[in-house]
């Protein structure tokens, strides 16, 4: 396709209709012929939405079809329209949701997961997906913790990577979608842990841990990125002209399209920052932005701020030919549909193939928290009570897509199909809601039910809706319902065990004692319960290591391992009783469970680390070697861990940071040689001086199975 000739034909309202985007829905003027609901209330002339360059939020190829035939109809220049959706963690068949793809610790199943939403996305019509989301993420009140892969930078960096490839493939497979990285940036530092909200932080925590997982997305190829709804240092990121052009398009050379959160460009008036829609359309066109979700800013100013010499057309084409180039990069000229098709939607959603990806993703991400040793689960037993709010539901998480409960198998299900259905009993106890209160006739229900039972299986947590966009929490335990449901129901039958369901990291610490094993599958998706039977029943072993700390309360938050130290730590952190010392009256420092934190059926050794040179040049390495041991008698794995933290630096260092890790899969009593290599680039970061470099100096290093644990060892960079 000759792009600029067909630029050259396009009038600017067309053009500023390309760098729009509408609810699918507008594009059918709602039910009938009219232009009505929220398209009117946007003013939209029949010309605007007939040129219109790309739409969100629909469902199906068969849809998909129908919008796009009447969208070649009446598009003047007839260029295709770009489908866009936000395939999060799966499109029909659900995977966990992004945080329990983290605990997998395994970036080459996100890929392999991402590539099977991509293909069922792509099928239903999905062109472009609003994924990845790589935010940083340090407080567990904010509600879309669920849908990032954690609180650490390195491994946030590997996942933003993953997902691109595993979407995007090389961008000519016949399923290969184009990812959307977002949201840019620093969404997830949200004052208070509320959605939304202002983010206020120096230029040197921004580059040195926000900004990586998106800079890792660009270098990895991502197709477009998407920009956040919050301030940064009194900038709305839409009109962001620093963040936009001067880091993204300048220093990082991404030209490819940046597309606006949704009404975002409308939001810079209630931020304080533009008066009207006018300034809106100007800032963000100054700073960058190509399309504009869901407002009609640029549709309506961009003329007027052409004709009075503040924007020039150069600027409108640039973005316009962005857009042109990814849609002609995607062949949509050739062939509108892309790979959207009726039939392989029913071949390949929820195929058996899809099915078992989702399963496997399951197995991995599920943590053991703790276990007294009522795990695993005998299956030669009569019967097993599945007690709590997610004993029969609650498996599909927020940001699901085309997902759907009724195709999920519940706990109840999945033990059934393991043990034989007639062998489990289920009382709910209470509904799961978050002040929800107990109530005395359920509790005694489920109390009846656990005594005729041999096990108990406590299905608690946090509904879906509790997390998510807009879905922000000032108190993160479960409710007095399900906690008294819980402690009745163990003292009844301790032979019990809590799986818990959510999308964030919970405060456990008021109920943790009276539990005598828990685990947290997050919200699992499509195989939830089939995943967790197994895994009760001893028939996998648990893998999964937290991505995220779990704090003892929520005045914690946030809470980080990769935290800076104080003039006055703890002498003792098991220990909050001096004075002086920066610490919490009526709280310990440390988390209930740390990040890269998780039990197993066995039990592993990791030896002290050794270095083959305590001292290295500039342009050396220096080899770290420890070796691993499955001591106990079961296979299994773990997440071999290794921390640096700089000791003294121009500008202060974290206590620890991860560097690098590897999982080891091992036989009973198998011993593996794990090494990494540290190089000149391990130990760079954002110096005083401005520059991205290593500081000579002394630095501890540690290898464990999580943050918090271990010896350190020294060496030196010259
Ligand atoms: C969310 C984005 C999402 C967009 C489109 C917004 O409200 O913040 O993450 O991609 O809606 O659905």
Redesign the pocket.
Known sequence: MDLQALLGKMTLEQKLAQMSQFNAVFLFRDAGGEITGPAKALALTEDELNATGSV??FIGAKRMKEIQDRHMQDDPNKIPLLFMQ?VIHGYRTIYPVPLGMGATWEPALMEECCKMAAKEAAVAGVQVT?AP?VDLVRDCRWGRVMESTGEDPYLNCLFSKAQVRGFQGDMTGKYDIAACV??FAAYGAAEGGRDYNTVDMSERSLRQDYLPAYKAAVDEGVEML?TS?NLINGVPSSGNKWLVDTVLRKEWGFDKVVIS??DAFREMKKHGYCENDYECAYAALEAGTDIE?MSNCYVKNVKQLIDEGKISMAQVDKAVMRILELKDKMGLFENPYGAASEEEEIKFNLCPEHRALAKKAVLKSAVLLKNDGVLPLSDNIAKVAVVGPFADKGMIGAWSCGGKEEEAVSVADGIGALIGKTKVKVVLGCEGTAKEKPDAKEIAKAVRLVKNSDYVVLCLGEKREYSG?GNSRADVTLSEAQKTLARSVVEANPNAVAVLFNGRPLALSDIIDDLPAVMTVWQPGTEGGSAVADLLFGKENFEGRLPMSFPREVGQAPLYYNRMRTGRPPRDPNDNSRGYESRYLDCLNTPLFPFGYGLSYTTFEITPPMLDKTEMNRGEEIKVSVKVKNTGSVAGSTVVQMYLCDRFASLVRPMQELKGFEKVWLLPGEEKDVTFIITEETLKFYSANGKFEAESGEFNLWVSDSAEKGESVTFKLN
């Open positions: 969100l939020n936000d609003f989301m977002k949201h998407m709804f959160d949704y979700m966009e």
